[in-house]
């Protein structure tokens, strides 16, 4: 079946840095294009970026751009986030799914907690 396994959260200051890392399994991962996704307490599931089937192709919220990355390597199914300049605001549980709004399908995500 199809999963996801997010990992590369913690603690950290603001203005510090992280990579977030998303495994894949149970479906031709190089044949569809990928999101990350976050969810801070209280507020609604917010799309943070996207990336094409190949990576040629990224694009990124307003509230990060410029400050995440988006990447993935096909060979090892995995998408990646690298996080800098991290803010407070942040602070969220983040999850990757398949970037068809259809799918239904999440990974059990990872905390991101941003904090003096």
């Known amino acids: 079946q199809v999963q996801f396994v997010e990992s590369g959260g913690g603690l950290v200051q603001p203005g510090g840095s992280l990579r977030l890392s998303c495994q894949a399994s149970?479906?031709?991962?190089?044949?569809?294009?990928m999101s990350w996704y976050r969810q801070a307490p209280g507020k609604e599931r917010e799309l943070v970026a996207s990336?094409?089937?190949?990576?040629?192709?990224?694009s990124y919220a307003d509230s990060v751009k410029g400050r995440f990355t988006i990447s993935r390597d096909n060979a090892k199914n995995t998408v990646y986030l690298q996080m800098n300049s991290l803010k407070p605001e942040d602070t969220a549980v983040y999850f990757c799914k398949r970037r068809n709004w259809s799918d239904d399908y999440w990974g059990q995500g990872t905390q991101v907690t941003v904090s003096s």
């Open positions: 149970g479906f031709t991962f190089s044949g569809y294009a």
């Open positions: 990336i094409g089937s190949t990576g040629a192709s990224t």
